[in-house]
Nanobody, 126 residues
């Protein structure tokens, strides 16, 4: 069974940084596609950053240059370093994983991911 648990969310001022963590069990990132999504009320869950089975990252356009996805396989943990946060980044952030290796990019829809964490809230205020 695959389990994903997010942590690290919080409330910050615009321009500040946060680092999200996703600790996983029953899964390895070299097995498939792993990443971060976010969702605000009334909107669809959207991809933020993913990393494929070779460790190659992919980012959504509006976070490119500000967010960095990384992994520590020894700790079974996926990270999302979020810098220069904007009010528009405010959302619930979810960790997701799937064993399908093809098409592992930030535009892959949420419906293609089978395993999800419960989310961690991020709020950036101006």
């Amino acid at each position: 069974q695959v389990y994903l648990v997010e942590s690290g969310g919080g409330s910050v001022q615009a321009g500040e940084s946060l680092r999200l963590s996703c600790t996983y069990s029953g899964y390895t990132t070299s097995s498939g596609c792993t990443g971060w999504f976010r969702q605000t009320p009334g909107k669809e869950r959207e991809g933020v950053a993913v990393i494929d089975y070779n460790g190659v990252p992919s980012y959504a356009g509006d976070v490119k240059g500000r967010f960095v996805i990384s992994e520590d396989n020894a700790k079974n943990t996926l990270y999302l370093q979020m810098n220069n946060l904007r009010p528009g980044d405010t959302a619930m952030y979810y960790c997701a994983a799937d064993y399908t290796k093809w098409g592992c990019t930030a535009i892959r829809g949420a419906g293609y991911f089978v395993y999800w964490g419960r989310g961690t809230q991020v709020a950036a205020s101006s």
